[in-house]
């Protein structure tokens, strides 16, 4: 199975704008899908497909794809979204789904 | 609304077998497919096992393939994961969660978890 790659932290200003990203060769051939998850809390769905939100989710949140890299995006980060991101696809074989290691959002 | 409860979890020794359920409420089980996912304390989502909308297709994670077994029964709207072998490695929160649509792992609602210890 493949696996995909993520930054174990990013932190960003009040405010800002950050991006965090997912790397890895199914990327080629699926859409990842973006989770937050925050202490002692089961993840949530913030990203799927070409840059669909579940109903909820503010419009802050935001993905984008490029070749083997997908990114989330934050536009105007707010303290509520200090969390850790994990992003996920399926594998390249197709049965199977990975998950990439995570990145724990720090909001300063 | 849409809720997944799991239960079942607890201490197990290394080599037993433990049964996970799941109860979804909410929405139509039968038209979802569903997964079961776990983390292990302090690290990061793993991926475990998939089951169709009627049950008759079926993945594992390589990990855990010989050794759990997903089922599921329509008529409960239930969820199962049944573990056997059961290794130290396997201690995690184990959530069930339902799949957004056919297109495989993108999981739109979780349950809250279940925490499964493997020691002696």
């Known amino acids: 199975s493949s696996e995909l790659t993520q930054d174990p932290a990013v932190s960003v200003a009040l405010g800002q704008t950050v991006r965090i990203t997912c790397q890895g060769d199914?990327?080629?051939?699926?859409?990842a899908s973006w989770y937050q998850q925050k202490p002692g809390q089961a993840p949530v769905l913030v990203i799927y497909?070409?840059?669909n939100r579940p109903s909820g989710i503010p419009d802050r949140f935001s993905g984008s794809s490029s070749g083997n890299t997908a990114s989330l995006t934050i536009t105007g980060a707010q303290a509520e979204d200090e969390a850790d991101y994990y992003c996920?696809?399926?594998?390249?074989?197709?049965?199977?789904?990975?998950f990439g290691g995570g990145t724990k959002l720090t909001v300063l | 609304q849409v809720q997944l409860v799991e239960s079942g979890g607890g201490l197990v020794k290394p080599g037993g077998s433990l049964r996970l359920s799941c109860a979804a409420s909410?929405?139509?089980?039968?038209?979802?497919?569903m997964s079961w996912i776990r983390q292990a304390p302090g690290k990061g989502l793993e991926w475990v096992s998939y089951?169709?909308?009627?049950?008759?297709?079926?993945y594992y994670a390589d990990s855990v393939k010989g050794r759990f077994t997903i089922s599921r029964d329509n008529a409960k709207n239930s969820l199962y994961l049944q573990m056997n072998s059961l290794r130290a490695e396997d201690t995690a929160v184990y959530y069930c969660?339902?799949?957004?649509?056919?297109?495989?792992?993108?999981?739109?609602?979780w349950g809250q978890g279940t925490l499964v210890t493997v020691s002696s």
């Open positions: 089951i169709s909308s009627s049950g008759s297709t079926i």
């Open positions: 969660a339902r799949e957004l649509d056919t297109a495989m792992g993108r999981f739109d609602y």
């Open positions: 199914s990327l080629r051939s699926y859409y």
């Open positions: 497909g070409k840059n």
């Open positions: 909410g929405f139509t089980f039968s038209d979802y497919y």
């Open positions: 996920n696809s399926r594998d390249n074989s197709g049965n199977h789904v990975v």
